[in-house]
């Protein structure tokens, strides 16, 4: 089994492309999907993080309020990294758990870890292929801009949170641009799934 790690900076369009790879047979584990269920009420990763900033991080349905989260420890590097030292390790050790699953039940699989802080935290040294989604600053802003509703001040802190984009095509095997439209995005998909799949059987 190749294990991949697909990665990008915010509103890159990493999420599509990862839903790509998986339409042309590959499989996808989002950590974004993890963290959703690590903040669920009971989990002790919950527990943690009201520990860690109060109460008012926690909705009404016991869940962590992501939104209330975020404008905490977006301007703070101290309380993003206290979030991190709580969150990353239980987020690793699930994507572990499932690409060992899959080499089990699919030994020629193309297993993919999706994960936006993969290169920032080190773990893209886990995986044998990294696959980073590349965009324009200004198509960032904008795309940023259209699903969030943020100001230009919060969208700027978000940006600035994360590693820019051309650090992090530094580090890929494979980089996928994806400032243009579906269809160019999907033909680098294609390319690149082409490779992973026969680098995965053998």
Not at 33 to 49: K, M, S, T, Y
């Amino acid at each position: 089994m190749l294990r991949v790690g697909l990665t990008g900076g915010i509103a890159s369009g990493k999420s599509t492309v990862g839903r790509m790879f998986v339409e042309l047979g590959a499989r996808l584990i989002d950590a974004d999907a993890i963290v959703h269920d690590l903040f669920r009420p009971g989990e002790p990763v919950n527990q943690a993080v009201v520990d860690a900033f109060g109460a008012r991080v926690r909705a009404g349905d016991g869940t962590i309020d992501r939104t209330v989260l975020g404008e905490l420890v977006f301007n703070n590097p101290q309380a993003r990294e206290r979030l991190n030292s709580i969150v990353h390790p239980a987020v690793i050790q699930k994507q572990q758990d499932w690409l060992d699953d899959l080499a089990l039940a699919d030994p020629n699989a193309v297993g993919i870890v999706d994960a936006a802080l993969m290169i920032e935290v080190g773990t893209y040294r886990n995986y044998e292929k990294l696959i980073v989604v590349v965009c324009t600053a200004d198509e960032q802003r904008k795309r940023l801009r259209q699903r969030s509703g943020l100001s230009d001040e919060q969208i700027d802190a978000r940006i600035r949170s994360q590693m820019p984009m051309e650090e992090k095509a530094k580090y890929a095997d494979y980089v996928i641009d994806n400032s243009g439209s579906l269809e160019e995005t999907r033909r680098q998909v294609e390319s690149v799934f082409a490779e992973l799949k026969a680098l995965s059987m053998r």
